[in-house]
Antibody
Framework: EVHMEESGGGLVKPGGSLRLSCATS????????MNWVRQAPGKGLEWVSS????????FYADSVKGRFTVSRDNTKNVLFLEMDNLRAEDTGVYYC??????????????????WGQGTRVAVSS | DIQMTQSPSSLSASVGDRVAITCRAS??????LNWYRQQPGKAPELLIF???NLQNGVPPRFSGSGSGTEFILTISSLQPEDSATYYC??????????FGGGTKVVLK
């Protein structure tokens, strides 16, 4: 059974740092692209970052570029998000999400087929 | 970046009702459109991928249609567990992968 569990959230002051982790099991982690998606309190979903299975391709939302760093340890099946220079608007629940890269005859589609339960980040003085 | 607009932002319906939610893209995204359900206090779950493909394990009362710029998620017979917020998400040309603003479905 696929299991994904985020950790590392908490309360931090503006300008501070946090490192989120997403521990996974039940699937071949090094075969999947992984993502971080966040949700501000009472708001919708916002994609944050993607990392390909072998770290060749890494992408960030403009809102976090230059402040957040995504990485992965394929030997330990863990995804990370290093968050620096945090702002109040970074407050929310952070989810890790798996992307199986589903393909049909002509195209491949980036989808989030499995999600963790989320970890809360609060940025406040 | 591609903008996704969902309508309505909320709706109220009864168990057994047919419900339709629309998602519009700011440009042609072919069939690069997925739908998710987020029940209160839970993580989102994938319902439909590539506009019309039902994810494994998702009840067949859910269906998706559309291509280009307009897409529809239909729930053929609303169930109590469908009281949730629904999101569309596009993946045309890769990141950024943008979501719609969400549609909250409330049971009468």
């Amino acid at each position: 059974e696929v299991h994904m569990e985020e950790s590392g959230g908490g309360l931090v002051k503006p300008g501070g740092s946090l490192r989120l982790s997403c521990a996974t099991s039940g699937f071949t982690f090094n075969s999947y692209s992984m993502n971080w998606v966040r949700q501000a309190p009472g708001k919708g979903l916002e994609w944050v970052s993607s990392i390909s299975h072998d770290t060749t391709y890494i992408f960030y939302a403009d809102s976090v570029k230059g402040r957040f760093t995504v990485s992965r340890d394929n030997t330990k099946n863990v995804l990370f998000l290093e968050m620096d220079n945090l702002r109040a608007e970074d407050t929310g629940v952070y989810y890790c999400a798996r992307d199986p890269g589903i393909c049909d005859m002509t195209n491949c589609y980036e989808v989030f087929d499995k999600w963790g339960q989320g970890t809360r980040v609060a940025v406040s003085s | 970046d591609i903008q996704m607009t969902q309508s309505p932002s909320s709706l109220s319906a009864s168990v057994g009702d047919r419900v339709a939610i629309t998602c519009r893209a700011s440009q042609n995204i072919n069939k690069y459109l997925n739908w998710y359900r987020q029940q209160p206090g839970k993580a989102p779950e994938l319902l439909i991928f590539a506009a019309s493909n039902l994810q494994n394990g998702v009840p067949p009362r859910f269906s998706g249609s559309g291509s280009g710029t307009e897409f529809i998620l239909t729930i053929s017979s609303l169930q109590p567990e469908d009281s949730a917020t629904y999101y569309c998400q596009q993946s045309h040309n890769g990141p950024p992968l943008t979501f719609g603003g969400g549609t909250k479905v409330v049971l009468k």
